[in-house]
């Protein structure tokens, strides 16, 4: 089975500070990992995504995720938080194997100080 | 532009009605989705249909129904047996097979009981 778990369900930063995003997951094969955001009241859209190629992502808004297999995460940072950042952050685990469905974490709320 | 709808975007509905929420794609993808997002507790998989005319319960499927006849549609039933249907649903679809499990999402349809 797997299972995701986001550290922080509230994570406040201030304008132009690093912004990280804590997730680890739980998976008994190879997993796919994903963060997604939630502006209010909208559906999810795609940050970025990891699939077994290189251990740091790259995503949309300057984002970036590490892959650390040793320590079973998959943290978001950003280096300098703007305002438009404050969302709710979503990290998500799914297989390659069999139906593939994805597994969600609880979310995180972030909130950017001016 | 492809995309995927759902409408209404909000939805009041009386205790003991059935109540359908519509999930429209035209990304042509073969898997189809639905989500119930309830604050602080992420999104939670209802029921998902990986081809036409055939499709799973998810996680929390008790309560809903769902069908799919045509592979851009897949609408999700609330029905009276649901005790606590009053939450954010969310449709998403992806491609199916041996892959990983990008999902794209809808905006959603807020539900709610009076």
């Known amino acids: 089975a797997q299972s995701v778990t986001q550290l922080g369900s509230h994570v406040s930063v201030s304008e132009g500070a690093l912004v990280l995003l804590r997730c680890n997951y739980s998976?008994?094969?190879?997993?796919?990992l994903f963060w997604y955001v939630q502006y209010p009241n909208q559906g999810l859209q795609l940050l970025l995504k990891y699939t077994s190629a290189a251990t740091l992502v790259k995503g949309i808004n300057g984002f970036e995720a590490e892959f650390k297999k040793s320590e079973t995460s998959f943290h978001l940072t950003k280096p300098s938080a703007h305002m438009s950042d404050a969302a709710e952050y979503f990290c998500?685990?799914?297989?390659?194997?069999?139906?593939?469905?994805?597994?969600f974490g609880q979310g995180t709320r972030l909130t950017i100080n001016p | 532009d492809g995309g995927i709808t759902q409408s209404p975007k909000y939805l009041f509905r009386k205790e003991g009605q059935n109540v359908t929420l519509s999930c429209e794609q035209n990304?042509?993808?073969?898997?189809m989705y639905w989500y119930r997002q309830d604050p602080g507790q992420g999104l939670r998989l209802i029921y998902y249909s990986q081809i036409v005319n055939d499709f799973q319960k998810g996680d929390i499927a008790e309560g809903y129904s769902v069908s799919r006849e045509k592979k851009e549609s897949f609408p999700l039933t609330v029905t009276s047996a649901q005790k606590n249907p009053t939450a954010f649903y969310l449709c998403?679809?992806?491609?199916?097979?041996?892959?990983?499990?990008?999902?794209?999402f809808g905006p959603g349809t807020r539900l709610t009981v009076l």
């Open positions: 998500a685990v799914s297989s390659n194997q069999g139906a593939q469905k994805l597994v």
């Open positions: 998976s008994s094969v190879p997993p796919y």
């Open positions: 990304l042509n993808h073969d898997a």
């Open positions: 998403a679809s992806s491609i199916a097979g041996p892959t990983y499990n990008e999902q794209f």
